[in-house]
């Protein structure tokens, strides 16, 4: 079937799309520790993606999906270029990586779904069941990207280690009692462990960078070249006008279409907003901003106060390789089970996973005979996500079945609530106390979850 050929070209430029951004982004926050500039840039970044998030809609009639998607991948390469210049250069850098935050993530659900379309009309199985199948394998890409990113710059950093051990005296030595839950980024400290966060030589982080810059572009010409043509507005159905986006579709000219009413800037963001304040998406949103929180958390947290400050910013993305392997099996595994057992089960299991995660950050603090438990956090986190991220997403196109676009947006600006609160409180707070944070809202946002069920979906697994 064509269409499975072009969506695994999708997908492959997807994976080579974040392959490039998860290996500069699992160091950012160890490579730029000074003044926090690291976290502070993602912050931007996160926060300006929320806020642009909301103006998308409108203009994909506009400008079209393909061509969003493609500014949106020149952009990613823009930030992981500004890495080369750190300081404020960071920070231009944050603000360009959340425009194209907000551009990518609101396309590529649509992506996704319409491939998942084509192959419900020609296929046996219930929509919903395509639909997930198809998040499961774009998830599964997005996660096994952070597996070869990583592996990139493990192999970067790894030699750079090697050629020029880091020259620590015993008047600087590690203090790995300021690593962990009592990380709190405490300028004296940051100084103190500072060898173990950054590379030794400069110029093993512009290889990085050069290479992951490479990367991105192969991304944007395969995408150029095979996606399918920019979306056009079609006439909206008449027994559904009170619908302001429906469906995702190809004609036989392969030209994407929306079927919608017309899309302007003020409409999208009222629309999208009165979908926020929806009791139904009321009840799940806290769980999707706990997703968002919990990726921010990972990328920052772990990464900087466990695999950074314990063994070294090589072994960082080795921890995210662990992560991106786990998340990835977990992703396509998630959406072959969900269609048996349902997603009530995958969310309980998810939840267990993640409590004892943080029981055992809490009562366990890493050393050299107990290191095994740094990449066990990393592999149980990425396996719990592989269930959260690619569910939570399918999710909002089942609840709101015909507002596609609008709950593709919506997921995008929620999720990246998390990601901006996480990243806002990085550096005003310890580990510890983000963690007992993550917790409290995990155990709020599960319970909104099921209520949701019973009040509105009563029977369903």
């Given at each position: ?16 799309t ?6 500069i982004?699992?160091?950012m ?7 926090g ?31 969003l998607?493609?500014?949106s ?5 823009l930030?992981?270029?500004s890495n ?28 996704t779904?319409?491939?998942a ?8 199985k219930?929509?919903?069941?395509y ?11 997005v996660?096994?990207?952070?597996i ?11 030699i750079d ?14 203090d ?9 980024q405490?300028?004296n ?7 173990q966060?950054?590379?030794t ?6 290889i ?8 991105q572009l ?5 995408h150029a070249?095979y996606?399918?043509?920019d979306?056009k ?10 619908t302001?986006i ?16 017309s ?25 999707t ?5 919990t ?7 772990l ?8 063994f ?12 991106g ?13 969900v269609?048996?057992i ?11 996973i ?18 095994w ?10 396996a ?20 596609t676009?609008i ?22 707070l ?8 993550q917790?409290?809202?995990l ?7 099921y209520?949701?069920q019973?009040?509105?979906y009563k029977?369903?697994?």
């Amino acid at each position: 079937m064509a269409f499975k050929k072009m969506f695994s070209i999708y997908n492959f430029g997807v994976f080579l799309t974040f392959t490039s951004l998860s290996g500069i982004m699992s160091v950012m926050s160890s490579i730029n520790v000074e003044e926090g500039m690291g976290v502070t840039a993602l912050a931007i970044g996160y926060g300006t993606s929320l806020v642009a998030a909301l103006i998308v809609p409108s203009l994909i009639e506009r400008v079209g999906c393909k061509k969003l998607f493609i500014i949106s991948e020149f952009g990613y390469m823009l930030f992981v270029i500004s890495n080369a210049y750190p300081s404020y250069n960071i920070l231009v850098g944050g603000f360009v990586q959340g425009l194209s935050e907000a551009l990518a993530w609101t396309v590529m659900p649509l992506f996704t779904f319409h491939y998942a379309k084509k192959h419900f009309t020609k296929g046996s199985k219930t929509n919903e069941e395509y639909a997930n199948h198809y998040m499961g394998y774009f998830f599964a890409a997005v996660e096994a990207s952070m597996i070869s990113g990583n592996a990139i710059g493990f192999l970067i950093f790894h030699i750079d280690r090697s050629v020029h051990p880091s020259n620590v005296t015993a008047e600087h030595a590690v203090d790995f009692k300021l690593c962990g839950i009592n990380d709190c980024q405490l300028p004296n400290a940051t100084e103190q462990n500072l060898s173990q966060y950054t590379p030794t030589q400069s110029m093993f982080l512009y290889i990085a960078i050069g290479t992951f810059a490479f990367i991105q572009l192969v991304a944007i010409i395969l995408h150029a070249l095979y996606l399918p043509k920019d979306l056009k507005p079609s006439q909206p159905d008449k027994a559904n006008n009170d619908t302001l986006i429906q469906v995702v579709n190809l004609n036989e000219n392969e030209e994407m279409e929306i079927s919608n009413n017309s899309v302007k800037l003020k409409t999208s963001v009222i629309t999208t907003l009165k979908l926020c304040v929806h009791p139904k998406h009321i009840l799940i949103s806290l769980l999707t901003i706990y997703n968002g929180m919990t990726l921010a958390f990972i990328m920052t947290e772990l990464t900087r106060a466990y695999a950074s400050c314990f063994f070294g910013l090589d072994k960082v993305s080795l921890c995210s390789m662990i992560f991106g392997a786990a998340d990835a099996f977990s992703a396509v595994i998630t959406g072959k089970l969900v269609a048996k057992i349902g997603r009530n089960i995958l969310f309980l299991v998810a939840f267990l996973i993640d409590v004892v995660c943080y029981v055992l950050c809490l009562l366990e603090l890493p050393n050299e005979h107990n290191q095994w438990l740094v990449y066990f956090l990393f592999f149980c986190l990425g396996a719990s996500d592989g269930v959260w991220q690619p569910l939570i997403m399918a999710m909002y196109g089942e609840y709101f079945p015909k507002q596609t676009i609008i709950a593709c947006n919506l997921w995008n600006v929620v999720i990246n609530v998390g990601y901006t609160f996480q990243f806002a409180i990085s550096t005003s707070l310890c580990v510890h106390s983000k963690i007992y944070i993550q917790l409290g809202v995990l155990v709020v946002g599960l319970v909104g979850y099921y209520a949701s069920q019973l009040l509105y979906y009563k029977g369903s697994k």
